[in-house]
């Protein structure tokens, strides 16, 4: 799921939108310049956690395991309560609700007390040993340089053309599509992955902010140089966005797909992950 992490996508279900068939059909007014309006794109774009980091918010997901035998399952539906933080560890996912039934006080304080202790004890080890910390920053550095190469990588890899526009949330958006350039250099695994996937995006006229995208393989996917397993063609990433306060923030990601694990075991997967109530961050929101 790494891969539809770093994929940012859609508002709308967009299978279900109406599109032109060609940049030829009637518009209100004729399409801005290609290069142009890429280059505002490309000024505009935020990498989604840098995003969050200003709010709480609720993430509801089943999460997707492989066993060692190479068999996938699907987990319960879990809510968490998100407190960001701008190193990834320190992030708390605060789970509240099991299947849609709310944890109890005495279950949450619990939670609530280990997050604590953890916090203190990380504390104590970072000033009992300052090198402790600057290692932890190195790391986060590196998540964070890991995670713009992956931004630059998708920036090199889709060829852009413009053909349409659809309004997304009130908003008129121009309709991209998106083809792969096998030929485009990366630098990460992900960027690798995504030469085999092609879609359509969808950006806010207005300011360039994505506010839709869905992709979908043009042909199988090895992950892990086939090691891991392979995603068959046709499988499908959808993330919904939305507007909070000004800002456009991941609402929705799904993932469509069939493929096979390592030792050839099929897998066919329909998850989703939602993020919603969404609340302007407080000080000493963290418990």
Known sequence: MRLAANLITIVLAVSRLQLPASPGGAHPSPLPDRDQFMARVRAAVRIDTDLQQDFTYLERRRDVKISALGKVSVGPLRTFE??????????YKRLIEIEGKPLDQPELAKRDAEHARDVEERARREGRDPS????????????RRESLAIL????????????????????????????????????????????????????????????ALDMQAIDDVSIGWGLVGRLHEGSRLIVQRRPVDGVWLPSRLTFEGTGKTLLFRPFSLNVTTEYFGYKKRQKASVP
């Open 82 to 91: 998100v407190f960001p933080s701008p190193d990834p560890a320190q992030i």
């Open 132 to 143: 402790e910390r600057a290692r932890e920053l190195e790391r986060i550095a590196a998540d």
């Open 152 to 211: 630059n990588d998708a920036l090199a890899v889709f060829q852009a053309t413009l053909v349409g526009r659809e309004a997304i949330e009130g908003e008129p958006a121009i309709v991209v599509h998106l083809t792969p350039n096998q030929d485009a250099r990366v630098s990460t695994r992900e960027g690798s992955w995504m030469k085999q996937f092609s879609g359509r995006a969808w950006f806010i006229e207005r300011d360039a902010q994505f506010a």
